[in-house]
């Protein structure tokens, strides 16, 4: 095989390109030639991107170009027990985060809920998303087509299915805008995030609209699905996994883990979680529901961008007789625990702490697992965030942190 200064020589020279180098040598040996290549023209030092732990080519089907591995802290917070159809038992949840006092700030909520007897999650319903839009001459001919398709969901239903073994279309819902029909074609993923699997499914789809209707696909994906961005209509409908997660806490837990009471953190939540959200426009009405399902999405191999959409997170906060009522809902957690990143050595060993690598039995059911969980760990860290902003140590808990 080709030795790493030679590919990077023919790199440099111009006979191979950067992506090419695959073809000629093995995975480990073209990644040592590109962090070479790359030492030599930009003098960068990447000894330590170039130190990890598994075969490069166990990251075949996640990267191109591959020059090594950024490693980012790990940690863990729990136990944090959880009460669900999905999910039930103790779990130490795995976050990977560079910031200082987040995972302090979770597993002390976590501790506050231990205290109060665990949380309950639930998840509400599950559908990853996918939304073409077509062109038509004009209104008329939209909204003729539009009806075909709400005609025709069983048709549409046989060819997207057809090119997966586990995918189901729930739903196919057309939009009319001018001369654009977006249509948004709704899966269970099962197990899977899906978003890989709603795409191929919905092209099926799309040709048969094409083929028995005057439209013509712009594009497979019309935005209306909507994927990493925040939307309006993600916190509405749903995408991926709805997931929502509570608890009561009693007061005197509150007092002791946190210095505050009931009726400072509920006053928190009203003013800065909802009055303040709205005042903001926000399409989310939380603390910091991102911090947790980011961290958790980088520890767990989930797609880190699908964090906007965990963002659109509503946390409610009552003061009953029998303490704080602290709830928090995720109406679009894009979650799977096959496919995609789960698959890395790292991120499998995370899944296989919280007993949740690989397909569920049945298909679905450790998916769903995964998002209840992460529900309850992000109920965790705004129960958390809550009282530290109720008590006043917010910053000198990141201070203590370093941060």
């Known amino acids: 095989m080709t030795d790493a200064e030679t590919l990077a020589e023919r790199v440099k020279a111009g006979d191979l390109r950067l992506y090419e180098l695959e073809a000629h040598a093995d995975a480990d040996t073209a990644a040592a030639a590109r962090r070479q290549l790359l030492a030599e023209e930009v003098g960068a030092d990447l000894e330590t991107v170039g130190d990890y732990s598994f075969p490069t080519d166990r990251a075949d089907p996640n990267i191109e170009n591959m020059i090594g591995v950024a490693q980012i802290p790990m940690g863990v917070a729990g136990p944090l027990p959880v009460d669900g159809e999905a999910a039930g038992g103790s779990f130490y949840l795995p976050l990977a985060t560079t910031e200082g006092a987040l995972v302090a700030s979770v597993n002390r909520g976590a501790d506050a809920i231990r205290a109060a007897g665990g949380a309950n999650a639930t998840v509400l319903q599950r559908g990853m998303t996918r939304a073409p839009v077509f062109e038509t001459s004009g209104v008329r001919e939209a909204a003729a087509v539009a009806d075909w398709i709400r005609a025709s969901r069983d048709r549409l239903a046989a060819a997207a299915e057809a090119t997966t073994s586990h995918g189901e279309l729930r739903e196919a819902t057309p939009y009319v805008v001018g001369d654009s029909v977006f249509v948004r074609f709704v899966y269970d993923t099962k197990d899977a995030m899906g978003m890989n699997m709603a795409t191929i499914a919905t092209r099926e789809a799309a040709e048969v609209i094409e083929a028995e209707t005057p439209v013509s ?53 009203t003013r800065k979680n909802l009055i303040g959200s709205a005042k903001a426009a926000s399409l989310g009405f939380n603390a910091h529901a991102a911090n947790v399902v980011g961290a958790a999405f980088l520890a767990l191999g989930q797609d880190v961008a699908q964090v906007v959409e965990g963002a659109h997170a509503i946390t409610s906060v009552e003061v009953r007789d029998a303490g704080l009522y602290v709830s928090v809902t995720l109406p679009a957690l894009a979650v799977g625990t096959v496919g995609g990143g789960t698959g890395l050595p790292t991120q499998s060993e995370a899944l296989e702490l919280l007993g949740l690598a690989g397909g569920g039995d049945p298909p679905g059911t450790n998916g769903d697992a995964l998002a209840a969980v992460l529900a309850a760990g992000a109920l965790a860290g705004e129960l958390s965030l809550l009282g530290a902003l109720a008590g006043r140590h917010l910053a000198s808990a990141h201070a203590e942190h370093g941060r």
């Open 217 to 269: 696909l712009v594009a497979v994906s019309g935005n209306l699905c909507t994927d990493k961005k925040p939307a309006g209509i993600n916190a509405i409908e749903g995408r991926g996994r709805s997931v929502a997660a509570d608890a009561v806490v009693p007061a005197d837990v509150i007092e002791d883990r946190f210095g505050t009471s009931p009726d400072a953190i509920a006053e928190v939540n």
